[in-house]
């Protein structure tokens, strides 16, 4: 049984809000201190309201029930520069080869790929993959609170935060 806590509702929020934020950008949004945000997320993922993604060095983090699978996998691939391109390039193009994501993510793009598709968001054909569907992809990034901009901002943050 979950206790109600105020400073557990306010992060509750951020995360519904912000499908796929990580530590630091839910401390920042609530204004909480380290521990108490430790604390309160630890709490949350063991009475399973929520769910945690690692995304190589980050974890990210998720209502555990949205109801929209969709927004819920695409706040995770949203945020990983690589995915990102390639959802980006799918929504301009309608499909594309691999040689295309990987003049945009400047590496291997096949870890993502099959990410992506194992989450049902694109689909193989051939040589080609297209998004899976993307009226529903480009409903859920509408509907995103954060602008890319915004995102730009934290990873730059983030990053500077971790050369202290």
Do not use: W
Not at 25 to 30: K, P
């Amino acid at each position: 049984m979950s206790v109600k806590l105020p400073a557990r509702d306010e992060i509750l929020e951020t995360i519904r809000k912000n499908p796929g934020i990580h530590f630091r950008a839910v401390q920042r949004e609530t204004g909480f201190a380290t521990g108490q945000v430790e604390y309160h997320l630890y709490q949350l993922e063991k009475e399973e309201l929520i769910t945690v993604r690692k995304d190589g060095r980050f974890k990210r983090y998720f209502l555990y029930s949205t109801g929209d699978p969709v927004s819920t996998k695409l706040g995770f691939h949203i945020r990983v520069r690589c995915s990102r391109e390639i959802i980006f390039t799918l929504l301009r193009k309608g499909s594309s080869d691999i040689e295309d994501f990987s003049l945009k993510c400047g590496k291997n793009p096949s870890q993502f790929l099959k990410e992506m598709e194992n989450d049902g968001l694109i689909v193989k054909e051939g040589n080609n993959y297209r998004l899976f569907n993307p009226d529903a992809i480009k409903q859920a990034i509408k509907k995103s609170k954060k602008s890319y901009l915004e995102e730009l901002a934290e990873s730059l943050i983030d990053f500077l935060d971790e050369g202290l």
